[in-house]
C-alpha cells in the first residue's frame, strides 16, 4: 500500500494514495459538510456526483477550491477545511441551493429529519439572498400507492437516481431538464404508476429532502381505531423492531418489541398481532413448496421451476414482473407474510371472534414502501375488501407514536396477543438479507430427512454481500443456496435462471440493500451502514434467545392447520395463501 | 395498480430506429449521436420513438428523456411546415435579434420551441450561423433572411402565407 503525507487544517496525517479529502478528514475525526455525497460502507453503495459543491475545501497552491468528495489528495498538500474563503463559499453554495427551494419547512413531512435544513442549521443560514428573483419550480406532485413525489424540493443531488439506477437497476427515474428546472423522474415526467417503477423505496430511504417521501395513512388509521363498528387488527413486520427506537433516540439495533407491542395496545387497537407469525406461516407454505419442486427435479422433471426464487418481498415482485416476466412462474407462489397474515386475519380469525370480515381493519407496520403498493393488489381483496387495509411504514408508527404523546422510551414491555402473536425464531431473521432462505432450509432439513438438525444457526447464510451462495447439506443431498439484496444483484441471478445457467436450488432476494432492516420504509440511516449491521445483528440475537426457533414448531401454526387450514399446500391453504404474477413488461406494439 | 406499458409505432418506423441503433452497434454510449441521426429522419423525438430507442439499446427511457430533454438541440414537437429559427449569436443579439425573436413571437402567438396548431410555422433561437455580416439574420426553411428589422417580421410571414 502506497501511502503519501497531508496535513489537514495543520495537523499531519498518512492516507494511502487515492484517497479523497473527505474521506482523510473523516478519519482525523474533521466532519467536512456533504450534502449530495453518500456511501453504504460494505455494501458497495456511493453517490458522488460532486455536484453540490458543500464540500469545497481550500489546497494550497490551487487556483479554486477542491470538492472534498471526488478530489483524491496528493502528497504533500496542505488543505484548510474552515478558511474564511471556504467558510464564504460553503455560505454562497447553500444560499444558491436555497435560492429556489420552497419555504414550507413547517409543514413539510421532511422537516425534523432533513439533511437540507440540518445543513442550512449547521451554516447558520439566516436569509436568502437573491431567493426573489429565483425560479422556482412548479412541478405537480405525483401520489402513487406508495410514494409522494414533490419535485419542487429536488435539489438534484441524485442520491435516488443512483439507487433507481446503479444499486436497483430498475430505471424508473433520471434526471431531466436543465437548470432551476432540473429534477430527477420517470420519463416524459410521468406518474411513478406509469414508470418500471417497484416502489422499493429505496429513493425515498436516500432522498435528503422531502422530495421524495411516503404516502402517510396514519390519519385513516386512526379514523379507523375510532370507529366503534371496527374491529382494528395490527400486524408488525420482523425488520421493524428492531429500528423503530432510533425515531426515539434509542441506540440503532435495540430490540424494543415489548414497547413496540404496548404502544400499539395505548394507541387503541384491539388485537397487535405479529407478521412473525405469518412468517412462519410463510415457511410451511414456501418449504413445503419447495420440497415438492425438488422432488420433481430429482426424478428429472424439467418442468419442476427449480430454482425456487422467494416471493415475500413485494418490490422484488414488482421487479421481476416488470423485468423478467418470462420467469414468472419460477417464484414461489406463496404471498408475502403481510398478505398471508391478512387473509387468515378476515378468514380464520374473523370466524373466530365471529365477526363479519368487512368489520375488521387489518393494519400493517412495515419497514417497506412496496408493501402499501402491494396490499392494494385487486388480487389481495375479496368482493373488494382488501386483506390488508393500511400499511404503515416504521416512520409513520413513530411519528403516530408521537402525535399519541406516548412516552415510548419508558413505556413498559408487553406481549403480542394469541394467536397471530406467536411466532418463532425462524421468523423473526426474515428482515434481514439470508433469513428466509435460513428459516425455510430449517424446516426443510427436519421434514425432507425426518431427523433434527445439530444445529440451528446457518452462519453461511448470513453477511452482507451483495450475492452471496452456500452449499447445505441436507442429509447427503447438497442443496445450493444463493442469495441477493438489492435488485442490481438480483439481476445478476436471474440473468442465469433465464440463461439456464443457474447452479442453485433455491434463491432468496430482497430487494432492498441488506433486507427489510435497510427498507424504505425505515428510520433514515443517512449513509451509515452501521445502523444496518446493527439492526441486522438485533434480528440474529433476537432468534437465538427465542423458545422456538422453528416454523413448524409454532404451536398456532400447527394449530392453524389442524383447525383451519388441513395441510400446507392443501387446496384451502392454496386459495388463502398462494398467488400469481402478471407480465408488466413494457412491450413496443406495431400499429397497424 | 400499474398498468403494462404498451407502445404503438408504425412497423416502417420501429425498422428505421433499429437501423440506426444497429449502426452504432447499439451501444448506449452512442445514443446523443443515435438521437441526433433519430431526429434528423423523424423531425422530432416523441415519445414512442424515445421509448423504441431504449428498448433496442437496453437503457432505461428516463434515461433517455433526460438526454432529449437536456440538450436543447433535441425537440419532442415537430417542426413546422416552415421552421423559423432566429440567431441569438454575440453579433445578431447585439444587433437587436432578441427584438425580432419578441416580433415573431408576438405575430405568431409562440413561445421558442413551439409550433402553430396548423404545423405552419415553428419557432426556434440558435447561435450563430456564421453571416455575423448579415446580422441580425433570419432563417426560414432554407432561406435566410439578412439585417431583419422588427418591422420586417409580418411581410416575412407573409411570403408563406
Avoid at chain 1, 456511493?46 to 487556483?63: M, S
Avoid at chain 1, 404503515?392 to 402473536?421: H, K, M, V, W, Y
Avoid at chain 2, 405568431?108 to 409550433?115: E, F, P, R, Y
Amino acid at each position: 500500500m502506497e501511502t503519501i503525507k497531508i496535513t489537514i487544517d495543520n495537523k499531519q496525517v498518512e492516507v494511502e494514495k487515492g484517497t479523497t479529502i473527505l474521506d482523510a478528514a473523516r478519519k482525523m475525526g474533521i466532519d467536512i459538510p456533504t450534502l449530495c455525497h453518500m456511501r453504504l460502507d460494505d455494501l458497495n453503495i456511493e453517490n458522488k456526483p460532486g455536484g453540490c459543491r458543500i464540500c469545497v475545501v481550500e489546497v494550497q497552491g490551487r487556483r479554486n477550491l477542491a470538492p472534498a468528495c471526488i478530489t483524491q489528495c496528493v502528497d504533500g498538500a496542505v488543505i484548510r477545511t474552515h478558511s474564511p474563503r471556504v467558510m464564504n463559499a460553503r455560505r454562497t453554495v447553500m444560499e444558491f441551493i436555497l435560492s429556489d427551494h420552497p419555504k414550507d419547512c413547517l409543514i413539510c413531512p421532511k422537516s425534523g429529519n432533513c439533511d437540507l435544513q440540518n445543513m442550512a442549521h449547521r451554516l447558520g443560514i439566516r436569509e436568502i439572498p437573491g431567493h426573489e428573483i429565483a425560479e422556482i419550480s412548479t412541478y405537480r406532485k405525483d401520489t402513487s400507492p406508495s410514494i409522494i413525489r414533490d419535485l419542487d424540493k429536488c435539489i438534484m443531488c441524485r442520491r435516488c437516481e443512483m439507487m433507481c439506477n446503479e444499486v436497483q437497476t430498475v430505471g424508473a427515474i433520471g434526471a431531466f431538464n436543465r437548470g432551476f428546472m432540473a429534477a430527477v423522474g420517470p420519463a416524459y415526467e410521468q406518474d411513478l404508476e406509469h414508470s418500471p417503477c417497484t416502489y422499493c423505496g429505496q429513493c425515498v430511504a436516500v432522498c435528503p429532502t422531502g422530495a421524495l417521501t411516503e404516502v402517510d395513512h396514519t390519519r385513516e388509521v386512526l379514523r379507523a381505531i375510532v370507529d366503534p363498528s371496527k374491529t382494528v387488527v395490527v400486524q408488525t413486520a420482523p425488520a421493524v423492531r428492531a429500528a423503530l427506537g432510533e425515531e426515539f433516540g434509542m441506540k440503532p439495533g435495540t430490540l424494543v418489541t415489548g414497547k413496540m407491542v404496548t404502544a400499539l395496545k395505548e394507541l387503541g387497537f384491539d388485537y397487535v398481532f405479529d407478521t412473525d407469525f405469518a412468517a412462519d406461516l410463510t415457511i410451511m407454505e414456501e418449504g413445503t413448496e419447495l420440497l415438492t419442486r425438488l422432488k420433481k427435479f430429482l426424478n428429472g422433471d424439467k418442468d419442476a421451476n427449480i430454482p425456487i426464487l422467494t416471493s415475500c418481498c413485494p418490490g422484488w415482485v414488482n421487479f421481476f414482473e416488470h423485468n423478467y416476466p418470462e420467469l414468472r412462474e419460477v417464484p414461489s407462489t406463496a404471498k408475502s407474510p403481510q398478505q398471508m397474515f391478512g387473509a387468515i386475519a378476515k378468514s380464520y380469525f374473523a370466524e373466530k371472534i365471529n365477526i363479519n370480515r368487512k368489520d375488521m381493519v387489518v393494519v400493517s407496520i412495515m419497514p417497506c414502501l412496496a408493501k402499501k403498493y402491494e396490499r392494494q393488489r385487486p388480487e389481495f381483496s375479496v368482493d373488494g375488501n382488501p386483506d390488508v387495509d393500511f400499511s404503515l411504514s416504521t416512520r409513520e408508527l413513530a411519528s403516530f407514536i408521537r402525535q399519541a404523546n406516548i412516552d415510548f422510551a419508558n413505556l413498559p414491555e408487553s406481549e403480542f396477543d394469541r394467536p397471530l402473536g406467536e411466532s418463532t425464531g425462524a421468523a423473526v431473521i426474515f428482515g434481514n438479507t439470508g433469513g428466509v432462505i435460513e428459516a425455510a432450509v430449517r424446516t426443510a432439513y427436519e421434514v425432507f430427512t425426518g431427523k433434527k438438525l445439530s444445529r440451528i444457526d446457518f452462519t453461511e447464510l448470513r453477511g452482507m454481500e451483495g450475492v452471496r451462495q452456500a452449499t447445505i447439506d441436507v442429509d447427503g443431498f447438497p442443496l445450493n443456496i444463493g442469495i441477493a439484496h438489492g435488485l442490481g444483484n438480483a439481476r445478476k441471478l436471474l440473468d442465469d435462471v433465464k440463461a439456464g445457467r443457474s447452479k442453485f436450488h433455491a434463491i432468496e432476494v430482497m430487494a432492498c440493500p441488506g433486507g427489510c432492516v435497510g427498507g424504505g420504509g425505515q428510520p433514515l440511516h443517512h449513509g451509515d451502514s452501521a445502523i444496518l449491521k446493527a439492526r441486522a445483528k438485533a434480528l440474529y440475537d433476537a432468534d437465538r434467545d427465542m423458545p422456538i426457533r422453528l416454523s413448524h414448531e409454532n404451536p398456532y401454526i400447527i394449530q392453524l392447520y389442524k383447525e383451519y387450514l388441513g395441510e400446507p399446500n392443501s387446496e384451502k391453504a392454496h386459495h388463502l395463501l398462494h398467488t400469481h404474477y402478471f407480465d408488466r413488461k413494457a412491450k413496443i406494439v406495431v400499429k397497424q | 395498480m400499474s398498468t403494462t406499458i404498451k407502445i404503438e409505432l408504425r412497423q416502417q418506423d420501429l425498422k428505421k430506429i433499429h437501423e440506426i441503433c444497429d449502426s452504432f452497434n447499439n451501444e448506449p454510449l452512442e445514443l446523443i449521436n443515435i438521437l441526433h441521426k433519430t431526429q434528423e429522419h423523424f423531425g422530432y423525438l416523441p415519445a414512442e420513438i424515445q421509448d423504441a430507442v431504449a428498448d433496442k439499446l437496453n437503457i432505461s427511457t428516463a434515461q433517455v428523456y433526460g438526454v432529449v430533454t437536456f440538450y436543447s438541440f433535441f425537440t419532442m414537437t415537430p417542426k413546422g411546415k416552415h421552421p423559423i429559427s432566429i440567431c441569438m449569436g454575440t453579433a445578431c443579439y447585439v444587433r437587436g435579434a432578441e427584438r425580432i425573436l419578441d416580433e415573431f413571437k408576438k405575430e405568431l402567438g409562440l413561445q421558442v420551441g413551439q409550433t402553430t396548431p396548423d404545423g405552419k410555422f415553428s419557432l426556434s433561437s440558435l447561435r450563430c450561423v456564421g453571416a455575423c455580416g448579415l446580422a441580425p439574420v433570419v432563417i426560414v426553411g432554407n432561406k435566410t433572411y439578412g439585417r431583419v428589422a422588427p418591422d420586417d417580421v409580418k411581410a416575412i410571414l407573409k411570403e408563406y402565407e
